[in-house]
């Protein structure tokens, strides 16, 4: 069981370049979402999946995109970088998204990036 | 607007006992959960609370008072290794989590 895994690790863009964020969760998981994590801000949410075909927006989904064609990959794409989109990300997963349990997420590693 | 509140930085010594406090304002709540965030790596699960009073894990108990919108972690016989940030989370009525900056706490010998 690998989890979630992200990748790259790291990245260095110039401003206008795009890239895609890879992020792939072999638990079937049914909730799968990007965050982000700035210094001295708590994580907040790009956009989010609650299946297969289904995304939807977070708090700060401008100059993101998103699909998800399987239960398993949901990729980020940056459409056209900009400084602003320097960042820490985190591609996150769960079992599902409305739960009146403990519903936990598990983390991808992150993905460093900056932007040039 | 929703707003959570934890102390940015705190310090304790090593064997000790820290408790780190978490205050929130959020449309509705579902639960409130802390995560453990080590330099550089993602945040993990430590605790959920769902109702008041006091749920203990080993060396980790977590407390929810929702009529205060209040909650702290406490960590005991602290160990190096608990040096991290600690992350609160409320879930609102939305099912959203809403995140707090998260309290960097470091641990001296």
């Known amino acids: 069981n690998a989890g979630v895994t992200q990748t790259p690790k790291f990245q260095v863009l110039k401003t206008g370049q795009s890239m895609t964020l890879q992020c792939a969760q072999d638990m079937n998981h049914e909730y799968m979402s990007w965050y982000r994590q700035d210094p001295g801000m708590g994580l907040r949410l790009i956009h989010y999946s609650v299946g297969a075909g289904i995304t939807d927006q977070g708090e700060v989904p401008n100059g993101y995109n998103v699909s998800r064609s399987t239960t398993e990959d949901f990729p980020l794409r940056l459409l056209s970088a900009a400084p602003s989109q320097t960042s820490v990300y985190f591609c996150?997963?769960?079992?599902?998204?409305?739960?009146?349990?403990?519903?936990?997420?598990?983390f991808g590693a992150g993905s460093r990036l900056t932007v040039l | 607007g929703q707003n959570i509140d934890q102390p940015t930085e705190m310090t304790a010594t090593e064997g000790a006992i820290v408790q780190i406090n978490c205050t929130y304002q959020?449309?509705?709540?579902?639960?409130l959960f802390w995560y453990q965030q080590h330099a550089g790596e993602a945040p993990t699960f430590l605790s959920y609370?769902?109702l008041d009073g006091l749920e203990e894990k080993g060396r980790f108990s977590s407390f929810l008072s929702r009529s205060k919108g209040y909650s702290y972690l406490l960590l005991k016989e602290l160990q190096m290794k608990d040096s991290a940030s600690y992350l609160c989370?409320?879930?609102?009525?939305?099912?959203?989590?809403?995140w707090g900056a998260g309290t960097k706490l470091i641990i001296k010998p």
């Open positions: 989370a409320v879930r609102d009525s939305n099912y959203q989590l809403i």
């Open positions: 959020t449309s509705g709540f579902n639960g």
């Open positions: 996150a997963s769960s079992y599902s998204d409305t739960s009146s349990g403990a519903n936990v997420l598990t």
């Open positions: 609370n769902v």
